[in-house]
Every structure is written in C-alpha cells, then in structure tokens.
T-cell receptor, first 114, second 111 residues
Framework: NAGVTQTPKFQVLKTGQSMTLQCAQD?????MSWYRQDPGMGLRLIHY???????DQGEVPNGYNVSRSTTEDFPLRLLSAAPSQTSVYFC?????????????FGPGTRLTVT | EDKVVQSPLSLVVHEGDTVTLNCSYE??????LLWYKQEKKAPTFLFML????IEKKSGRLSSILDKKELFSILNITATQTGDSAVYLC???????????FGKGTHLIIQP
C-alpha cells in the first residue's frame, strides 16, 4: 500500500494564479481531509469529506474548494492564490466507523505564493 | 470555542533524560485524544486515548488520559537524539469534522 500520496511536493505560485493540490489514498478510507500547517499555529482543518460526493468546511475554508468524486481522491483547489496561503498542506485519511479514528497523513505539499 | 493547549511549547534536554509533555483540552462532545510525532515531514501516529486512566505504552513512550481533569501527558523515558521532533496533541469530537490540534511541543534532545 502506498498509503496517502500528495502531489506536488513543492509549488511556487504568483498571486492570483490557481492550482490544484492532488491527494489520493489506497486504504479504502471513507474519511479524507485537508489541513494547513503554519509556524506557531499548528495544523488547521480546511475541508473534509465523509465519503464520495460529500464535502464540508473546516476551520479555515476561505479561498479553497474541494470535491470528492471517488473514494480514493480528494483534490484541493486554490481559486486565486494569495500570499496568506503560503503554507504546508497535508492531506489525511481515516476509517469512519461510528466516528473518527486516527488519521494517516500524506507527505505534504509546501506552497509558496509570491 | 474548542481549545487544545500543549505545554511546554519547546523543551531542550540531554540524552537519557525523561520528559513529560502536557496537553489540556476544552472541547464539546469529546471522543478521543491522539498524539503524533512530526519530524520535518508528515505527522506519524503514536497513540489514541479514549478511556480515562488507561496507560498506552510503546517502548519508551507512554501516555495517559484524565477525562475528569481534561488533560493528557506523553512520557518519554531514556530519551535519544532520534526523539527530537515536534509532538502534536489532537482531539476528536463526536462528529466527523476532523481533528483539533494543539500547537505542538518542540522537543530537542542534546547528545
């Protein structure tokens, strides 16, 4: 099993550009989520999904879109990049059996917006 | 507002020392508390604690949860330089809206 994979590993964008961060998991987990990690702020939840076709907002959703067309994939779209979106982005997945369990994280994408 | 507070935020000790990391929480509909280790890459899972007073142990690491006082501790005995990392505490609520993380404890083990 590859676990949770993310691409790209690094990305530099100019302000106003859009892009999609890819996330895939091969563990048949129902639950997938996106976090951003900033120095001194810990990890904060952007969006999450409890299954294909179902998504919801987390703590810091503004400026990001998600969709979940399959169980395996959960892409994160930046609509119009801003310097405040410079961060490390982690995708995570988990079983969902009567509640959440420990989440498994991908390797992260380091995004810089200039 | 839900809160997860870790202390200390940073800690420097010598190899062989024992350390105790703290995590206190105030969340609605608490379900479980998790500890992760992060070494310049993705967080890796250490423990999930759901029941109060039951110690989870893995080698030199152990953790316990006190649901009455709303805190957990992570102990590391006989520390090694490979234990240097950021240790993250997170709480799961009864819903499905993800984990709420503390800011982490940055642990540095000096040889």
């Amino acid at each position: 099993n590859a676990g949770v994979t993310q691409t790209p590993k690094f990305q530099v964008l100019k302000t106003g550009q859009s892009m999609t961060l890819q996330c895939a998991q091969d563990m048949n987990h129902e639950y997938m989520s996106w976090y951003r990690q900033d120095p001194g702020m810990g990890l904060r939840l952007i969006h999450y999904s409890v299954g294909a076709g179902i998504t919801d907002q987390g703590e810091v959703p503004n400026g990001y879109n998600v969709s979940r067309s399959t169980t395996e994939d959960f892409p994160l779209r930046l609509l119009s990049a801003a310097p405040s979106q410079t961060s490390v982005y982690f995708c995570a997945s988990s079983y969902l059996a009567g509640g959440l369990y420990e989440q498994y994280f991908g390797p992260g994408t380091r995004l810089t917006v200039t | 507002e839900d809160k997860v507070v870790q202390s200390p935020l940073s800690l420097v000790v010598h190899e062989g020392d024992t350390v105790t990391l703290n995590c206190s929480y105030e969340v609605t509909n608490f379900r479980s508390l998790l500890w992760y280790k992060q070494e310049k890459k993705a967080p890796t899972f250490l423990f999930m604690l759901t029941s109060s007073g039951i110690e989870k142990k893995s080698g030199r690491l152990s953790s316990i949860l006190d649901k009455k006082e709303l805190f957990s501790i992570l102990n590391i005995t006989a520390t090694q330089t490979g234990d240097s990392a950021v240790y993250l505490c997170a709480v799961i609520r009864g819903g499905a809206d993800g984990l709420t993380f503390g800011k982490g404890t940055h642990l540095i083990i000096q040889p």
